[in-house]
């Protein structure tokens, strides 16, 4: 990632120069640089033209930047492998089928069991009911209370087995932060999203808000996105030298045109008469 001329923020770094910005334009009485706010330019129009000149206001701090992109991708990597790996294994893939089919049988036994009791005994106390009473209606009635043991037993098992994989997930769990240099590389970071943000703030957005407030010339229709001219500080660009094509070309003149001499085709003089 190369970011010498304009830098470019990631999208999820964007909302944190907005809030530098937001700050520091909420701040600005605190800052001799930044008194003038209000007099001409409200804090509304400045914050739209650096929102207009973000990448010429970001490029102030490119190389912090860089640095804390690239430490933040590095915490983010060994966490990110891990993952990957213990889904990609063939152990947790046995695992996985494993846990799904015990699932479904956790969840299928207790429902098929209970409805076949229910049907069961509803079935075998019709039967006893009537009179004569048919013989095997004492034998629905015994079906059905195996069935309803047989339910509980299923609904029990099934809370054992939830159990048993919630403590078996959570000693496996990993914890970034636990592991052995996970502490020393989130300071790390820490420490260079605050450099970024010093330097973001301090070499970006208040020199381009001081130079905007001290430019009579600038303001809410200034091309965006906008250079204060003399007073804009070094931000690590240099802007192109334009120059007229005709400039420095010593002894050069512009081509001269002379009228060409029209006569009537009959004036030859007083003693010439048209034939």
Do not use: C
């Not at 695992?95 to 229910?118: F, H, K, N, S």
Request: cysteine-free; charged content about 20%; aromatic content about 6%.
């Amino acid at each position: 990632m190369h970011m010498n001329s304009a830098s470019h923020l990631l999208t999820e770094d964007r909302p944190e120069f907005e809030r530098l910005l937001d700050d520091a334009l909420r701040t600005a009485p605190d800052r001799p640089g930044l008194a003038d706010l209000g007099q001409r330019l409200n804090s509304e129009q400045l914050r739209t033209m650096v929102l207009d000149a973000n990448s010429l206001v970001t490029a102030a701090a490119a190389a912090e930047y860089e640095h804390f992109v690239k430490v933040r991708a590095e915490l983010r990597a060994p966490a990110a492998a891990s993952v990957r790996a213990s889904v990609l294994s063939p152990a947790a893939d046995g695992a996985t089928a494993g846990a799904g089919l015990a699932a479904v049988l956790a969840v299928l036994a207790p429902v098929l069991a209970g409805t076949a009791a229910v049907i069961f005994l509803l079935a075998g106390y019709v039967l006893k009911a009537l009179d004569p009473a048919p013989a095997f209606g004492s034998t629905l009635v015994t079906a059905g209370w195996f069935f309803a043991a047989l339910t509980a037993a299923a609904i029990l098992a099934a809370a054992v087995g939830l159990l048993l994989t919630a403590l078996r997930n959570g000693s496996n769990e990993v914890h970034p932060e636990s592991e052995e240099g996970g502490d020393e590389l989130s300071d790390e970071v820490a420490r260079a999203r605050d450099a970024w943000r010093h330097a973001l703030l301090e070499r970006g957005i208040v020199p381009f808000l001081s130079a905007a407030l001290a430019d009579p010339s600038a303001g809410p229709t200034a091309p965006a996105p906008y250079r204060a001219a003399g007073r804009m500080p070094d931000l690590g660009y240099s802007r192109p030298d334009f120059a007229s094509p005709d400039e420095g070309q010593a002894g050069h003149e512009r081509p001269s045109f002379t009228s060409p001499d029209f006569t009537s085709p009959d004036f030859g003089g007083p003693d010439h008469r048209p034939e």
